[in-house]
């Protein structure tokens, strides 16, 4: 008895099943590969699926596998063979405006350094998304703005990131949107100047509005010292102490604070000197300095010192300034900082003609200019600034004040952590 052979159509409904079912195994696998960041073996299973797809008549599962594979490529490195996969999804289906496939493909642009090239397809991602979608249009305007920033289009960059707080607000995501808003104020002050002040300082007061909702105390110690940052640099003092004081307070019980807690007292007591406030600035100084001395930091002790050296000087205790530029100095000196000895020497100068000790007034001038040229300080303006000194002691005329240059009062909170940069967002995958 001989037995009934299965028909070919059959026989090949079956492999189509058996390979359907391997392809979406593979995918998914890959999927997790890439979310446990194993880059090689990701890119290993979509390079499996996608061959299995090129075996299957219907050509949706192949073009699928292709984009996947586009993303690994990326992901593992390598931008310029993903960019070819996206290609060739694009020629598969030329009508389709997925907004997925134009992310992918800004993001190897991105990768490649074509700056132009991924913000215009950023754009066009922008334009496909929907109010209720975002968290990816929040993704999407912050990876523009950076892209604008490698352009050098700063006023760009920072409408970008302002639009993505607004769109990581309306998803509930505080966290995002204040770190997106604080990047706006940035770039808006720092770049072209175009953008109005007022806009600036409704973007701060956004960013501290999303900051009240945040639990991370680390980060919103952060982004508290930041908008104090800026508020000083927009001469807005009494804003930025109180950023200063209540950072200050996110950083109490912290296990790494100490240096956090160094740097806004530092900052506290730099605003209590631009406010005229001397006798509430010493506290804050002299913590500050015993802070960083404990910790070794001879630079940050430096600051501080000269900081309280300034105030003191104010409330005219002059043989005390003396005694504290003089520890300025040494700290600045023992880590080679010319620009901090150089403004030392211009303050003790002040101090000791206001002491009436002329020849030690013009002694210290004198190394202050010849420390100022050795610093290569692009500016000019100190060395007239010493030079008018200089002949206002050398000729008794006029009445000093002790002063040094401010530039050292604030100290910006480099060590804090920082959210993920624009390259850290993962790359997107098709189901």
Same mark, same amino acid.
């Given at each position: 008895?001989?037995?009934?052979?299965?028909?070919?159509?059959?026989?090949?409904?079956?492999?189509?099943?058996?390979?359907?079912?391997?392809?979406?195994?593979?995918?998914?696998?890959?999927?997790?590969?890439?979310?446990?960041?194993?880059?090689?073996?990701?890119?290993?299973?979509?390079?499996?699926?996608?061959?299995?797809?090129?075996?299957?008549?219907?050509?949706?599962?192949?073009?699928?596998?292709?984009?996947n594979?586009?993303?690994?490529?990326?992901?593992?490195?390598?931008?310029?063979?993903?960019?070819?996969?996206?290609?060739?999804?694009?020629?598969?289906?030329?009508?389709?405006?997925?907004?997925?496939?134009?992310?992918?493909?800004?993001?190897?642009y991105?990768?490649?350094?074509?700056?132009?090239k991924?913000?215009?397809?950023?754009?066009?991602?922008?334009?496909?998304?929907?109010?209720?979608?975002?968290?990816?249009?929040?993704?999407?305007?912050?990876?523009?703005?950076?892209?604008?920033?490698?352009?050098?289009?700063?006023?760009?960059?920072?409408?970008?990131?302002?639009?993505?707080?607004?769109?990581?607000?309306?998803?509930?995501?505080?966290?995002?949107?204040?770190?997106?808003?604080?990047?706006?104020?940035?770039?808006?002050?720092?770049?072209?100047?175009?953008?109005?002040?007022?806009?600036?300082?409704?973007?701060?007061?956004?960013?501290?509005?999303?900051?009240?909702?945040?639990?991370?105390?680390?980060?919103?110690?952060?982004?508290?010292?930041?908008? *104090?940052?800026?508020?000083?640099? =927009?001469?807005?003092?009494? @804003? &930025?102490?109180?950023?200063?004081?209540? !950072? #200050?307070?996110?950083?109490?019980?912290?296990s790494?604070?100490?240096?956090?807690?160094?740097?806004?007292?530092?900052?506290?007591?730099?605003?209590?000197?631009a406010?005229?406030?001397?006798?509430?600035?010493?506290?804050?100084?002299a913590?500050?300095?015993?802070?960083?001395?404990?910790?070794?930091?001879?630079?940050?002790?430096?600051?501080?010192?000269?900081?309280?050296?300034?105030?003191?000087?104010?409330?005219?205790?002059?043989?005390?300034?003396?005694?504290?530029?003089?520890?300025?100095?040494?700290?600045?000196?023992?880590?080679?900082?010319?620009?901090?000895?150089?403004?030392?020497c211009?303050?003790? *100068?002040?101090?000791?003609f206001? =002491?009436?000790?002329?020849? @030690? &007034?013009?002694?210290?001038?004198?190394? !202050? #200019?010849?420390?100022?040229?050795?610093?290569?300080?692009?500016?000019?303006?100190?060395?007239?600034?010493?030079?008018?000194?200089?002949?206002?002691?050398?000729?008794?005329?006029?009445?000093?004040?002790?002063s040094?240059?401010?530039?050292?009062?604030?100290?910006?909170?480099?060590?804090?952590?920082?959210?993920?940069?624009?390259?850290?967002?993962?790359?997107?995958?098709?189901?």
């Amino acid at each position: 008895m001989t037995s009934s052979a299965v028909p070919v159509s059959a026989k090949q409904g079956e492999e189509e099943v058996t390979t359907r079912a391997e392809i979406e195994r593979l995918t998914r696998a890959g999927k997790e590969a890439m979310k446990d960041d194993r880059q090689d073996q990701a890119l290993f299973l979509f390079k499996k699926a996608f061959l299995l797809s090129c075996k299957l008549l219907e050509g949706r599962a192949k073009r699928m596998c292709l984009f996947n594979l586009g993303a690994a490529y990326v992901a593992a490195g390598n931008a310029k063979k993903g960019l070819k996969c996206f290609v060739k999804c694009k020629l598969m289906d030329p009508e389709d405006r997925n907004a997925d496939m134009h992310f992918n493909i800004a993001i190897a642009y991105d990768h490649m350094e074509e700056y132009a090239k991924a913000a215009r397809f950023y754009q066009k991602v922008v334009s496909c998304y929907s109010p209720g979608q975002g968290v990816c249009l929040g993704d999407t305007l912050l990876k523009l703005g950076y892209c604008s920033v490698s352009l050098g289009d700063t006023d760009s960059a920072a409408s970008s990131f302002r639009q993505a707080g607004r769109a990581y607000q309306g998803a509930g995501r505080m966290e995002d949107a204040a770190v997106a808003l604080r990047e706006s104020a940035n770039h808006a002050m720092h770049g072209g100047g175009s953008v109005p002040q007022a806009q600036v300082l409704d973007t701060l007061r956004e960013c501290l509005q999303m900051c009240e909702s945040i639990a991370d105390s680390s980060l919103r110690g952060k982004l508290l010292n930041d908008v *104090g940052l800026h508020y000083a640099e =927009l001469l807005s003092f009494c @804003q &930025a102490a109180e950023c200063f004081q209540e !950072a #200050l307070g996110c950083s109490l019980g912290q296990s790494s604070s100490a240096r956090k807690r160094a740097v806004l007292l530092q900052n506290i007591g730099a605003m209590h000197n631009a406010l005229a406030q001397y006798p509430e600035s010493l506290q804050y100084h002299a913590e500050a300095a015993d802070m960083y001395r404990a910790r070794g930091e001879r630079k940050g002790q430096g600051e501080c010192l000269s900081n309280l050296a300034y105030a003191v000087s104010q409330m005219k205790n002059y043989q005390s300034a003396v005694l504290l530029y003089r520890g300025a100095l040494q700290a600045f000196s023992d880590v080679g900082d010319l620009q901090g000895q150089w403004q030392m020497c211009e303050g003790l *100068g002040a101090t000791h003609f206001c =002491l009436g000790n002329t020849e @030690q &007034a013009i002694s210290y001038y004198k190394q !202050a #200019l010849t420390l100022f040229g050795k610093s290569k300080d692009a500016s000019s303006t100190p060395r007239e600034r010493i030079l008018s000194k200089l002949k206002d002691v050398t000729g008794s005329e006029g009445t000093l004040q002790p002063s040094h240059s401010r530039d050292r009062n604030l100290s910006p909170s480099n060590k804090f952590e920082s959210k993920p940069t624009k390259r850290e967002t993962g790359m997107r995958l098709h189901t």
